[in-house]
């Protein structure tokens, strides 16, 4: 096996000198290596890629339709522009939702208006009314229709807002229009925004369930179920004996987005895509929100007694109980696993939260997160990530295809937790990789139905025959530059 090394501020400056003086300053400022008190220990972040940087990012798009809305299960979200940004984005997150294809349940399908160059020079709206018209017409149970812009859409100036309001009243149908052409902003992490904001003007309060507010009513945001995540999330939430009223937006119905004013409390699991409705929802309707992390039983169990603190000794008990009920099991689970994973080293880049949110999980299992770095992140999430990395570890922002590579050469961990542009890559260098966004067609990995399956396809990864296979290339004579 190849030998670890740990991170130094050497190691970060030999690899960007490989860049322009004035490309290797910018880039300087989003990496940084955590030293010991480490005081001056901060990375800049949520700031434009630099042109012919290879970053992952995705769009605004991509955080409105493919994150926000998307899973909004009995409503159509029409991709509002050319057929691409539609079909690339169509069934790949693995936002799993329960329901009756077609009549409850949308989210398999997608919905393009398949701009053309007439509808670029002529513009769209005509064609954004057929199709609610035929949406409502093909699909007559749908709850709701979105307009998600797609940037030729913003290009031209096509109104969708008042074409949203005028179908909206021939159909009599919720139609919310998202303004979240790709190019508004510098990563997905505006889309996300967008949503919110398009939610909190459209949806949000605009229908009251006719039932009375319960003592133990909350809604579990920024959980999108992938791989069934929130289905595991809930179960604990509701052995705890309290009720779930809303999921945001996993497996989750228009009246979930609607009705979310009527809670005693918000459980925020994605911080980073869901904390502006959570704001305004403590402004506006005083329900007070928490943030919670699901990830691995040392967490859980922290997050559900901070959770049964904002309720009574009923549910404080029951917190108990099911920390009580649930510990043995993953025990054993560790038990299994910890001696074949202990001390093993991994390096993570994914989104907005899982950076920082699934460390604690690792370390249940002995291993050690020794880089880490966000995508689209802001400065309140590298805060919260800082003081969970140990010393010299990398932190790294919008990391370049050509940056993470040469960590992953330097250091050389044991495996490697990232998306699918990296896992190929990291593949063929011979590296145990997961795919953490999707998790890899497995899930879920949240709660304590997770745990087991992540501790599972962890130790599958590591522990693969392939890899002894496959010839590493600092193992070869030639080591060739790879620039
Ligand atoms: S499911 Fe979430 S948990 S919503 Fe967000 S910040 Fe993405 S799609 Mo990919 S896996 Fe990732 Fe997070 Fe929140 Fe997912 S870390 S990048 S935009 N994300």
């Given at each position: 096996?190849?030998?670890?090394?740990?991170?130094?501020?050497?190691?970060?400056?030999e690899?960007l000198?490989?860049?322009?003086?004035?490309?290797?300053?910018?880039?300087?400022?989003?990496?940084?290596?955590?030293?010991?008190?480490?005081?001056?220990?901060?990375?800049?972040?949520?700031?434009?890629?630099?042109?012919?940087?290879?970053?992952?990012?995705?769009?605004?798009?991509?955080?409105?339709?493919?994150?926000?809305?998307?899973?909004?299960?009995?409503?159509v979200?029409?991709?509002?522009?050319?057929?691409?940004?539609?079909?690339?984005?169509?069934?790949?997150?693995?936002?799993?939702?329960?329901?009756e294809?077609?009549?409850?349940?949308?989210?398999?399908?997608q919905?393009?208006?398949?701009?053309s160059?007439?509808d670029?020079?002529?513009?769209?709206d005509?064609?954004?009314?057929?199709?609610?018209?035929?949406?409502?017409?093909?699909?007559?149970?749908?709850?709701g229709?979105?307009?998600?812009?797609?940037?030729?859409?913003g290009?031209?100036g096509?109104?969708?807002?008042?074409?949203?309001?005028?179908?909206?009243?021939?159909?009599?149908?919720?139609?919310?229009?998202?303004?979240?052409?790709?190019?508004?902003?510098?990563?997905?992490?505006?889309?996300?925004?967008?949503?919110?904001?398009?939610?909190?003007?459209?949806?949000?309060?605009?229908?009251?369930?006719?039932?009375?507010?319960?003592?133990?009513d909350?809604?579990?945001?920024?959980?999108?179920?992938?791989?069934?995540?929130a289905?595991?999330?809930?179960?604990?939430?509701?052995?705890?004996?309290?009720?779930v009223?809303?999921?945001?937006?996993?497996?989750s119905?228009?009246?979930?987005?609607?009705?979310?004013?009527?809670?005693?409390?918000n459980?925020?699991?994605?911080?980073?895509?869901m904390n502006?409705?959570?704001?305004?929802m403590?402004?506006?309707?005083?329900?007070?929100h928490?943030?919670?992390?699901f990830?691995?039983?040392?967490?859980?169990?922290?997050?559900?007694?901070a959770?049964?603190?904002?309720?009574?000794?009923?549910?404080?008990?029951?917190?108990?109980?099911?920390?009580?009920?649930?510990?043995?099991?993953?025990?054993?689970?560790?038990?299994?696993?910890?001696?074949?994973?202990?001390?093993?080293k991994?390096?993570?880049?994914?989104?907005?939260?899982?950076?920082?949110?699934?460390?604690?999980?690792?370390?249940?299992?002995?291993?050690?997160?020794?880089?880490?770095?966000?995508?689209?992140?802001?400065?309140?999430d590298?805060?919260?990530?800082?003081p969970?990395?140990?010393?010299?570890?990398?932190?790294?922002?919008?990391v370049?295809?050509?940056?993470?590579?040469?960590?992953?050469?330097?250091?050389?961990?044991?495996?490697?937790?990232?998306?699918?542009k990296?896992?190929?890559?990291?593949?063929?260098?011979?590296?145990?990789?997961?795919?953490?966004?999707?998790?890899?067609?497995?899930?879920?990995?949240?709660?304590?139905?997770?745990?087991?399956?992540?501790a599972?396809?962890m130790?599958i990864?590591?522990?693969?025959?392939?890899?002894?296979?496959?010839?590493?290339?600092?193992?070869?004579?030639?080591?060739?530059?790879?620039?």
């Open positions: 096996t190849p030998k670890y090394t740990p991170a130094t501020p050497e190691m970060v400056d690899v000198s490989a860049y322009p003086d004035r490309a290797k300053k910018m880039r300087a400022k989003h990496i940084t290596v955590k030293t010991e008190g480490c005081a001056s220990c901060s990375v800049k972040s949520n700031s434009k890629t630099v042109p012919g940087l290879m970053t992952a990012r995705g769009c605004a798009y991509a955080g409105a339709k493919g994150v926000v809305f998307g899973p909004v299960k009995d409503m979200h029409i991709s509002h522009g050319p057929v691409g940004c539609g079909y690339y984005s169509w069934g790949n997150r693995r936002n799993l939702a329960e329901g294809l077609g009549v409850n349940n949308f989210v398999p399908f919905f393009t208006s398949d701009f160059e007439n670029i020079v002529y513009g769209g005509k064609k954004l009314e057929q199709i609610c018209r035929e949406v409502k017409e093909l699909f007559p149970t749908v709850k229709i979105s307009v998600m812009s797609e940037c030729p859409v290009l031209i096509d109104d969708i807002e008042s074409v949203s309001k005028k179908m909206s009243k021939e159909l009599d149908l919720p139609i919310v229009p998202v303004r979240c052409e790709g190019f508004r902003g510098i990563s997905q992490s505006l889309g996300h925004h967008i949503a919110n904001d398009a939610v909190r003007d459209h949806l949000l309060g605009k229908k009251e369930r006719e039932e009375e507010v319960g003592p133990y909350v809604s579990l945001i920024g959980d999108y179920n992938i791989g069934g995540d289905w595991a999330s809930i179960k604990i939430l509701e052995e705890m004996g309290l009720r009223r809303n999921v945001w937006t996993g497996d119905t228009i009246e979930m987005l609607q009705t979310a004013h009527q809670v005693k409390l459980l925020i699991h994605c911080y980073r895509s502006y409705i959570c704001k305004h403590e402004e506006t309707y005083g329900i007070p928490m943030e919670f992390n990830f691995g039983p040392t967490k859980i169990k922290q997050s559900i007694r959770i049964a603190a904002h309720f009574d000794d009923y549910i404080k008990e029951k917190g108990e109980a099911v920390i009580a009920k649930y510990e043995p099991m993953m025990q054993a689970v560790i038990d299994k696993y910890r001696p074949r994973l202990e001390g093993k991994v390096m993570l880049y994914v989104g907005g939260l899982r950076p920082r949110h699934v460390i604690g999980a690792y370390e249940d299992l002995g291993m050690e997160v020794v880089g880490t770095g966000y995508e689209f992140a802001h400065k309140d590298y805060d919260r990530t800082m969970m990395m140990g010393d010299n570890t990398v932190i790294y922002d919008d370049t295809a050509y940056e993470l590579e040469e960590f992953v050469n330097r250091m050389k961990p044991d495996l490697i937790g990232s998306g699918v990296e896992k190929y890559v990291f593949e063929k260098m011979g590296y145990p990789f997961r795919q953490m966004h999707s998790w890899d067609y497995s899930g879920p990995y949240h709660a304590y139905d997770g745990f087991p399956i992540f599972r396809d130790d990864a590591l522990s693969s025959p392939t890899w002894g296979l496959a010839k590493a290339p600092w193992k070869k004579e030639t080591v060739k530059e790879v620039r």
